[in-house]
Structure formats: C-alpha cells, structure tokens
C-alpha cells in the first residue's frame, strides 16, 4: 500500500506504481519487504519515513527501476507505461541486449516475453487484458470505482 492510500489522501494509478515497486521486490527478492514490521513500525518507518529495504546485489537497471516506483511521494514515480518500458530494458539487459532491439523483434514487448521467464500464461493474459482496457487521467480507481 501507498503512503498516500495509507494516509486516506487522494491518490491515482501512481499508487499501483508503488504497489508494483514492493511486489517486484518481493519476487526478486523472495523476501516480504517489512517482514517482522509491527503495524505501528510499518506505519513510521516505511510510510511517513520512506525507508525501504536494501537493494545491494541487485543489476543497476533493477534497483533503479524499482526505487523509482516505490518513491515516497507519487509525483516522483514513473507512470505504469515507462515502468513496462523499463522493465523490457531490464529484460533486454539480462538477455545481453539492448531495449530497442528487444522491442524490435516480432511480438516484442514485456507482456509477450513473460513466458520465457516462467510466468504462466494465465497471468499473461490478465495482464494483457488489463492493459489493453486501458484507464482513464486518474487510473484505474476513477469513477465508479470511488463510489463516485
């Protein structure tokens, strides 16, 4: 969660960016990122604080990426487009090559090379469905969504 939902502030897709952020984290990492957290430290540490879990051992491309989605105050986050952007330069990078020419290939893109990383295709295909839906200025939590 965000500190700007944590907070009851108003709040748009960058709060996913963030929420994104800890749950890339999470899996490269295999670590939950405030395990043994009280609420309360939580709530101190990571929200009104900012501190985040260490990054060392992580490629440069990573780390960046993942520091920029989980930046204390939205404005400073990448929108979700530059993140699938980066993360296919994070692919690109592990694969020993460079974003354009990964994006270049038939089918490019983060969302049709997730198989070769083991991600069902189940989940591919929510994510896909997803983006292809597409959101409005707020994000997915306009409208209706609000209750508004």
């Not at 490269?28 to 985040?52: C, D, N, W």
């Not at 491309?61 to 296919?88: F, K, Q, T």
């Not at 290939?105 to 896909?128: E, F, M, T, Y």
């Amino acid at each position: 969660m965000s500190p700007e939902v944590c907070f009851g502030e108003p709040y748009n897709q960058k709060a996913d960016v963030y929420s994104f952020g800890v749950l890339l984290y999470e899996v490269t990492s295999l670590i939950e990122p405030f395990e043994g957290y009280t609420l309360h430290e939580h709530e101190v540490e990571a929200m009104q604080q900012g501190k985040r879990p260490c990054l060392r051992g992580y490629s440069p491309v990573v780390s960046g990426l993942i520091e920029d989605c989980w930046r204390h105050r939205p404005e400073h986050r990448p929108d979700m487009d530059a993140v699938l952007e980066r993360l296919d330069g994070c692919i690109a990078s592990l694969e020993g090559e460079d974003t354009e020419s990964a994006l270049a290939k038939p089918g490019g893109g983060i969302l049709s090379r997730l198989g070769g990383l083991g991600i069902a295709p189940s989940i591919r295909n929510r994510l896909r469905q997803g983006r292809d839906q597409g959101a409005d200025a707020d994000g997915p939590r306009g409208g209706a969504a609000r209750g508004a």
